[in-house]
Nanobody, 129 residues
Framework: LSLVESGGGLVQPGGSLRLSCVTSEFVLDGGVILWFRQAPGKEREGVACIGKEGTSRFYADAVQGRFTISSDNARNTVYLQMSTLKPDDTGVYYC???????????????????????WGQGAQVTVSS
């Protein structure tokens, strides 16, 4: 399984950006996909999860109400729509997959990144004026 992110870039505070994660095969019928981010000098953290063919979603408190995770199952693509961006949202964003059929939850988002075997290459998001 391979994952490829796209859509990063530079955006002003308060702006929006959409990230895409294209997988080489359909994952959400038997697995979950997460978006992680890693700011300079900080640990990688989970920010959003999608599973159960796109019907189960969960968000970290830091992005709840501002980020939306969604899927286009026909295109094997998961999106992360980011709105009202803040400088603290700056970092490299990664999508990751696990081939275990689960409902998304806080427990999944707070698991170690080492638990996820499949990763994309990362997309830089910079929020700055």
């Amino acid at each position: 399984l391979s994952l490829v992110e796209s859509g990063g870039g530079l955006v002003q505070p308060g702006g929006s950006l959409r990230l895409s994660c294209v997988t080489s095969e359909f994952v959400l019928d038997g697995g979950v996909i997460l978006w992680f981010r890693q700011a300079p000098g900080k640990e990688r953290e989970g920010v959003a999860c999608i599973g159960k063919e796109g019907t189960s979603r969960f968000y970290a408190d830091a992005v709840q109400g501002r980020f939306t995770i969604s899927s286009d199952n026909a295109r094997n693509t998961v999106y992360l729509q980011m709105s009202t961006l803040k400088p603290d949202d700056t970092g490299v964003y990664y999508c990751a997959a696990e081939a275990v059929d689960r409902y998304c939850s806080d427990w999944i988002l707070t698991r170690s990144p080492l638990d996820f075997p499949f990763w994309g290459q990362g997309a830089q998001v910079t929020v700055s004026s």
